[in-house]
T-cell receptor, first 114, second 109 residues
Framework: DTAVSQTPKYLVTQMGNDKSIKCEQN?????MYWYKQDSKKFLKIMFS???????INETVPNRFSPKSPDKAHLNLHINSLELGDSAVYFC?????????????FGPGTRLLVL | RKEVEQDPGPFNVPEGATVAFNCTYS??????FFWYRQDCRKEPKLLMS???SGNEDGRFTAQLNRASQYISLLIRDSKLSDSATYLC??????????FGKGTRLHILP
């Protein structure tokens, strides 16, 4: 019944590895997002997709590549992981693109790069 | 000036008291405003949207002051369960979404 789900919940990996985080929403929403929350708890948007199309692409290293196979899924692939990538990554979704819409967040993926 | 600024706190408030905190924003073209709540090690969840005329939801009141470019959140009769971090969110017409760093609130028994 989870509205927005992410896997894995925890991810511990070595520097230089490539990893993926998956996100799925069963709310029928058109828009999905990836956020990064760093150690200082600052939540910053990374990407936004609407109906599988990239809408927002903030200044994020090219090592981060989102992929949306369908509007219910937005996965995040990270190449050549760096220590500074350690953070909590939240996926979110909203019904559409209207700025007044509520976002629903997933439980987060805690990534630790060693 | 940062795009969205909040006092990080923590605000330590006795149970039953009233507490208020503000969030200032720098872009006068900002269109939508929200308060989200984030519990420790949990995801953010919408607390309430902020409307131009101000709005109330139970013990919570949100206000928007466009002239001074800030929004506020007032919590009356605070409960222990109100302890959390409160995130201010500002959205622009170009779909830009900015979260504040949050204000930590501790309600003391």
């Amino acid at each position: 019944d989870t509205a927005v789900s992410q896997t894995p919940k925890y991810l511990v990996t070595q520097m230089g590895n490539d990893k993926s985080i998956k996100c799925e929403q069963n709310l029928g929403h058109d828009t999905m997002y990836w956020y990064k929350q760093d150690s200082k708890k600052f939540l910053k948007i990374m990407f936004s997709y609407n109906n599988k199309e990239l809408i927002i692409n903030e200044t994020v290293p090219n090592r981060f590549s989102p992929k949306s196979p369908d509007k219910a899924h937005l996965n995040l692939h990270i190449n050549s992981l760096e220590l500074g990538d350690s953070a909590v990554y939240f996926c979110a979704s909203s019904p559409g693109l209207a700025v007044q819409e509520t976002q629903y967040f997933g439980p987060g993926t805690r990534l630790l790069v060693l | 000036r940062k795009e969205v600024e909040q006092d990080p706190g923590p605000f330590n408030v006795p149970e039953g008291a009233t507490v208020a905190f503000n969030c200032t924003y720098s872009n006068s073209a900002s269109q939508s405003f929200f308060w989200y709540r984030q519990d420790c090690r949990k995801e953010p969840k919408l607390l309430m949207s902020v409307y131009s005329s101000g709005n109330e939801d139970g013990r919570f009141t949100a206000q928007l002051n466009r002239a001074s470019q800030y929004i506020s959140l007032l919590i009356r009769d605070s409960k222990l369960s109100d302890s959390a971090t409160y995130l201010c969110v500002v959205m622009h017409r170009d779909d830009k979404i900015i979260f504040g760093k949050g204000t930590r609130l501790h309600i003391l028994p």
